[in-house]
């Protein structure tokens, strides 16, 4: 279904409303309520979403979070901001002071991290940058280069010291919370109740089944009181903590930000060894995902290192060759072919054909439940870049139409939509949802930055 020009700016005027209503100054709430303060990887789809009202915002999105970097270059998951509405877990659940490697006070922030979509942000705010504005985003690209070298550096070595090229991420807060992609390794463990604790989400969503359950929470907040014990230490947690998994969706991602920073190492003046390094890492990536390719599923397949096991459900996280462009043209052709059947897009009670978080026919489907099956936006902008830099711009099309329509028809930019009716879910006014509304928008007439 096409969008028309009237649909796309009356979107545009909502989603640029969301972004300056969640604007702090220096830093964009994830949404008013529910999320109050800086999240990463909001943050990056957030500062995309600047980058077509004001570049210069869009930058200081980004440098903000990176001033909240670990002396490790681990990039926090989130940022904890003054003020505001509360959210729990706070900072002293978190208590990072006991690692020499967080920032210093007054910074507070979580311990652990989000997908790089940073390097994506930066990218794209470079080729909407107007000209009169380059000289200005040049000087501030190449100040925060060698920050987001260094986060890199982090997820290829501390997160990585097999130099397999996939990302092993410690906690399902580190992306995609309570998908079923976890439910095996979170059933294994044994936690002692954590606590006390009063969860706040659930009384601040229209309806507490969306989120994930009590359950879950258990064990989310038991396996922050064990990263905490070790002092957020990466190598202690590699030997002695019980939940490691090698996530092919933020290996995914990982791969594509060190394309988009190899980009701009010409824009950014980078060194030799910072682009040598970058195509180490992104080779790296490159095999690492390859080598984690079931042919027969047509799916990436992520593992955990602590059961030795394969995790193996039909998300969205399998379509990785995808979200790291592949250039296996094999792996393409079958994951094309995956995305588009009865198991994924060309399920038949689908409103739209966008990906849903989890497979309708995967027993773990759940429509309204958060990362268990409904569509995410920002999931589908990934794909959609992907699709179009591979040069599939007819099926991308479709993902930016369809998603634009998905939005427009409830009018609400919401966190997540029910696959099935369309129906916004979670928190109203998203940043980041807001954020890709306007890529989206923009995405005929070229952006409209100053
Ligand atoms: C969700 O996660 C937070 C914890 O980080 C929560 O449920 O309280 C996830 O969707 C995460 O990926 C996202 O970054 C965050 C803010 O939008 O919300």
């Not at 604007?23 to 303060?37: E, F, I, M, Q």
């Not at 501390?158 to 995609?176: I, K, M, N």
């Not at 190899?262 to 980078?270: R, T």
Request: aromatic share 12%; net charge negative.
């Amino acid at each position: 279904m096409n969008v028309t020009a009237d649909t796309r700016a009356m979107l545009r005027d909502r989603a640029a409303a969301v972004l300056h209503g969640n604007d702090a100054g220096s830093w964009t709430k994830a949404s008013p309520v529910l999320y109050p303060h800086q999240w990463s990887w909001d943050s990056a789809f957030i500062a995309i979403g600047w980058a077509h009202l004001d570049v210069r915002r869009a930058m200081t999105e980004l440098e903000q979070l990176f001033a909240a970097q670990w002396a490790t270059g681990m990039v926090p998951h989130l940022v904890f901001r003054a003020g505001g509405h509360p959210y729990f877990p706070g900072p002293e659940w978190w208590d990072t002071s006991v690692s020499p490697a967080a920032p210093a006070p007054p910074l507070k922030t979580t311990g652990i991290c989000q997908p790089p979509v940073h390097a994506l942000a930066l990218q794209r705010i470079w080729q909407l940058t107007p000209q009169a504005r380059q000289p200005e985003i040049r000087a501030r690209i190449q100040a925060l280069y060698p920050r987001m070298v260094n986060w890199h550096r982090y997820l290829a070595t501390h997160r990585d010291p097999e130099a397999s090229g996939l990302v092993t991420t410690y906690h399902p807060w580190e992306g995609t919370d309570n998908s079923p992609r976890w439910d095996r390794a979170l059933e294994r463990i044994t936690v002692a109740k954590p606590g006390p604790y009063t969860r706040l989400d659930t009384s601040e969503v229209s309806d507490p089944s969306q989120r994930p359950t009590n359950w879950d929470y258990d064990r989310f907040l038991w396996l922050v009181e064990q990263l905490r014990k070790y002092r957020y230490d990466d190598a202690q947690i590699y030997r002695e903590y019980p939940f490691l998994i090698k996530d092919v969706f933020f290996s995914a991602i990982f791969v594509a930000a060190n394309a988009a920073l190899l980009d701009l190492a010409d824009v950014a003046g980078a060194s030799d060894d910072d682009r040598e390094q970058l195509t180490c890492w992104l080779d790296r990536g490159r095999a690492g995902l390859a080598s984690r390719f079931d042919t027969q599923a047509g799916l990436c397949v992520d593992y955990d290192v602590r059961a030795g096991e394969d995790i193996r459900l039909r998300t969205f996280a399998g379509f990785a060759p995808l979200f790291a462009r592949t250039a296996d043209t094999g792996q393409r052709a079958a994951q094309l072919r995956l995305l588009d059947s009865e198991d994924f897009c060309g399920h038949p009670r689908l409103r739209w054909r966008l990906l849903p978080s989890t497979s309708p026919a995967e027993p773990a489907f759940e429509p309204s439940n958060y990362w268990r099956g409904p569509v995410w936006p920002v999931i589908n902008w990934l794909l959609w870049q992907s699709l179009s830099l591979l040069g599939y711009s007819a099926r991308a099309d479709e993902i930016c139409s369809d998603s634009l329509s998905q939005i427009a028809a409830d009018g609400e930019l919401g966190e997540y939509f029910e696959p099935f009716t369309g129906k916004q879910l979670g928190s109203p006014q998203q940043s980041w949802t807001a954020a890709v509304t306007l890529d989206w928008s923009a995405s005929d007439h070229g952006g409209e930055a100053n």
